[in-house]
């Protein structure tokens, strides 16, 4: 079965500071996997996707199949970085999309 | 305005009583999912469709029941056997194949009180 790990449910950093959210799977196939992001009082929305391997609001995230690894990261953390973070993998084949249980980041000033 | 609408936004009910959650999209998206959302779970998939008059369940199903009549529309009903319906509840919409599936739009919830 299919599982998304992030060990991580609070993560505190300074405006400036890198930011790394930590995401782990474990799937037998090849997966697809995605960050999604909800901001204070906004939807849940796509962050962005591995297979596009471009970089969103300065965030960029690389599959690591050796390590079962997709995580988050940004060099410069921002305020309006501050949200809830959840990665998720989506199974070949059919539309199924299991996500982790979240990271909540907070910048501090 | 186009997106996805969930309704209720909030809903009380007594024990034992069965409510139907409601969940529409004008995306014209395939696909279509049902979430729970607790404090420290994440989102659990209760079922998903992935086209009309078809729909799997997912990793928490018991307790719940879908219909997928249209395109359009994906209830949700909880039933007296879900142990703990007290939860938010999120539907979303995707479209089924190619490079853009994968990305859910998701509606803004229904907030689910058992009393």
Redesign the interface.
Known sequence: AQRVT?PE?LLSVFKGAPVELKCNYSYSGSP?L?W?VQYSRQ????LL?H?SRESIKGFTADLNKGETSFHLKKPFAQEEDSAMY?C?L?DFG?????????TRLTIIP | DGGITQSPKYLFRKEGQNVTLSCEQNLNHD?M?W?RQDP??????IY?S?IVNDF?K??IAEGYSVSREKKESFPLTVTSAQKNPTAFY?C?S?I?TG?L????????GSRLTVL
């Open positions: 992030q449910k697809e995605f999604y939807r849940l929305q796509l996707r297979i959840y998720a989506k059919n539309e199924k999309l299991t996500f982790g249980t979240g | 696909a999912y979430y420290g779970q994440g989102l659990r998939l998903y992935q799997q997912g990793d999120l979303a995707s089924r490079v599936s994968g990305e859910l739009f998701f509606g803004e």
